[in-house]
């Protein structure tokens, strides 16, 4: 029984043991196989050809590509500059403007002034002159002299 026992018990643990045995891997690698991947091989190496054409090509299309955006740049710079310049100039043309207004602003008023102050100035004197002829006349007269009291001009 104990026979029996170990047997059934190393027939259940026999699983769980690695297995030291090696499989053997089989490739089915025929010559159709090897003349199909020289085939893939060559047809690599003319793609890889035609890739370095293409990529001597590419330089030297992106080389003029890159000097006529240079041409263009160049212009867009000159047309800038061009233009910088002629704001620089308005805006300056401008301000004089502004400022030969405004000067002659303040000489129109000056000018337009002039008159109307010498009316004022010949009024004055004409005022100071009757208020002085009143004052002699107020002299002889008393009743003349209590108005000119009572407003403050004698």
Known sequence: MKLLIFLLLILFLAPVFPVSAQEQVIVPYTLADRDRAIRTEAKMEGLDAK?????????????????????????????????????????????????LNFGFIIWDRRTALKPALDK???????????????????????????????????
């Open 51 to 99: 890739m370095e054409v293409l990529e001597v090509k590419m330089d030297a299309k992106m080389g003029a590509l890159e000097s006529k955006m240079e041409v263009r740049f160049e212009s867009v710079q000159k047309l800038i500059d061009m233009l910088s310049s002629m704001f620089f100039w308005g805006f300056g043309i401008l301000i004089a403007l502004f400022l």
């Open 120 to 154: 004022a100035d010949a009024a004055d004197g004409k005022s100071t002159s009757l208020v002085l002829a009143l004052r002699d006349y107020a002299q002889k007269h008393p009743d003349l002299a209590n108005i000119l009291k009572a407003h403050g001009l004698l």
